[in-house]
């Protein structure tokens, strides 16, 4: 395997959802993503998924730093869409060090 040389730091973002409310928050996400972290030092990526059954949205987020993570966590903008988020979703935070992030070239 080749070596990561600009390590970065991944934050995991598991949230647990009723169906009927999975819409919602993936928009509620997507607001944030464009309106705050595109804006946040520090941030290099940000993956969306929503599950298939409707009862999960995961965020995977890539950042420089894990201090950049907490300083996006600590904005109060951030602090506002937390607390939209826990009104309709739980959720799990994982942080770790990418060793590897690689993708294929899709041609249209």
Known sequence: MPAVTNKTTTLIN?????PS??????DMINDSIDSVIH???????TNLVASTDGTAVIIISRWRSADHIQAMRLDPRMVAYFEEIRA?????????????????????
């Open 14 to 18: 598991i949230l647990k959802v009723d």
């Open 88 to 108: 309709i979703a739980s959720f799990e935070s994982i942080l770790g060090t990418s060793v590897r992030a690689e993708e294929a070239r899709i041609e249209a």
């Open 21 to 26: 409310s999975q819409d919602k928050l993936v």
């Open 39 to 45: 804006q946040l030092p520090g941030w290099v990526s």
